[in-house]
């Protein structure tokens, strides 16, 4: 069959209109890899070519969408080549030339997602960087951008998680409350010995005594139907040292109480 007439659509590709009314539709790479001249023959192994070029291409200009929507590392380029069953020969070829143009570099996607990370999410900094890890990025990349991170800014942002959920956990001890954040936060990606210098520092001077308050008097309502005396000061004392309160402030505190 002969090449009729070949028109671009709208949406940037091009149609190729044959003389026994097929149509294919390609990319003008395509056309000029394949020499697709006007009246040019085309026979049944030239449009297994058209077909395979023309797949290629969607692959790779898909490719250049995603990367310019959200950087990607090479190691998730890789991935997603692999899914779509792409010949190993071709990833290489799309892999390098997307390399060359400045599509796939893991030192900038390391740099940009290790920003986004810091300022975008509560994540810290040993999440951030198993993260890193996990994408592929090489190890030397994953320590240069860690290390480019602004300490200041990690401490800060530390400080603001601590102080938030402080003000908003007032059921817990010191003690309890001091535990519960610092598994929490390691689990986020932040040092455990920050974490815990951070909450003393701002534990410093903070009335406790609410706290405490409220929960003896939730075990006072709860034991004193079933104790009382001396009975019911050690039930009320020893349950207070459950909760994870301090035995001088709890000693201190239940020597004002008549009970």
């Not at 006007?38 to 250049?64: A, G, H, P, R, W």
């Not at 069953?85 to 070829?93: H, N």
């Not at 139907?225 to 001088?248: A, C, P, S, T, W």
């Amino acid at each position: 069959m002969k090449v009729e007439k070949i028109k671009k659509t709208n949406s940037g590709k091009y149609r190729i209109e044959f003389d026994n009314h097929e149509k294919f539709v390609t990319y003008d790479d395509v056309i000029l890899k394949n020499h697709l001249l006007f009246q040019k023959e085309v026979d049944s192994k030239t449009l297994v070519e058209l077909t395979k070029d023309t797949e290629y291409y969607d692959i790779y200009n898909k490719l250049i969408k995603m990367i310019t929507t959200k950087l990607r590392s090479k190691k998730e380029v890789y991935e997603y080549l692999e899914k779509r069953m792409v010949d190993p020969k071709d990833q290489e070829t799309i892999i390098q030339k997307l390399t060359d143009l400045g599509f796939i570099n893991d030192r900038n996607f390391s740099a940009a997602y290790a920003s986004d990370r810091l300022y975008l999410s509560n994540d810290g900094p040993n999440k951030i960087k198993g993260d890193l890890c996990r994408f592929g990025v090489e190890e030397n990349i994953v320590e240069d951008v860690m290390s480019s991170l602004d300490e200041e800014e990690i401490t800060n942002k530390l400080r603001k998680i601590i102080t938030k959920k402080m003000n908003h956990n007032h059921k817990y001890s010191s003690y309890v409350l001091k535990q519960k954040l610092a598994v929490e936060l390691v689990n986020l990606g932040y040092d455990r010995d920050m974490i815990l210098s951070l909450y003393d520092e701002l534990n410093t001077g903070i009335d406790k005594s609410s706290v405490l308050e409220k929960e003896y008097q939730k075990q006072f309502q709860k034991w004193s139907r079933k104790y009382e005396g001396k009975e019911l000061y050690q039930k009320i004392k020893e349950k207070l040292y459950q909760k994870g309160f301090d035995i001088n402030e709890i000693n201190s505190y239940l020597a004002q109480k008549d009970i």
